[in-house]
């Protein structure tokens, strides 16, 4: 059973096509009338689509990512999942429409994607039978091409009509995901939907604490993932332990789970201990880099009146 949201913006396709206008409420009955109306597209392999394989490499040889996958074997394994990710075009053209546009959304899409699928394989027991379910594919954020480039790209604080406006690449990426894909149910589709929930309920859209196990694994990647990387809103990013102990605080406060958590934290490790192995130290020594204006937001007027003096 889907719960009910009710779209605060309209959703689009790439091509401008309205999907679903706002205020549309997410019923099955919407959603299974929309499937009908989805077409069948050509898909390719994503590894074999466009410099994906390529720039992929690249980015699993940076810092941090060249520690977690330093294993040639592990990351072989990884590399060898993703090769059977297949999707439809339109799907694929995201990615390109992100690498030109919004390239921090692109390689967090690619590197978001490979660092779920290894942390899946160590948390998810018989991964392999289990693959279909869990590989989530690199659409957690394609919701984010119904969000304007001018937000996206912003070097000042969003407003919190522009921040409204942010959180529904969820919803978005949820109706994008399920049209392409053609089923309501797609664990990429939830995934897109989920992944700003947190365990304590206090995310959003919908506010869950009840999230699939794959989605709980993306919310972690992609929290690590954002704060190791430079974004439009922050100049410098997190050094690795200041962004792992920010991960710590969240399981602390209960918004993920401690296992993958750890999982994480040990495959920062070079030797990889097994999570039974150590004890997560919770003293504070990192720090937010200056400048960074993640969940700052201002009142609409406030904005204008800055633009006004400035
Ligand atoms: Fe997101
Ligand atoms: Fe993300």
Redesign the pocket.
Known sequence: MVSEIVLQYPVYSLENKLLLPAGTVLSESVLEELMSRAEDHPGCFLLQYGTVQRDLLHFLSEPPYQIIFHDPQQKMEMLRTMERVYLVLPVLRSLDYFKKYDYHTYR??LM?FALSEMLAKELISEFHTKEPETISSPT??IGKICVPLSILMKRTPLTKSEFHLLQHHTVAGYVLASYYLKNIDHIAARVARD?HERKSGTGYPRGTSKVDRMAEIVIVS?VY??LISPRPYRPISYDNRSALEVITEMAEKGEVSWDIVKVLISQNRREKPGIDEFVVSTERRGRNPAGNLHGITVDDDEEERQRIVA
């Open positions: 967090h899409m978001v957690h954020d992944h992609d993932d954002a």
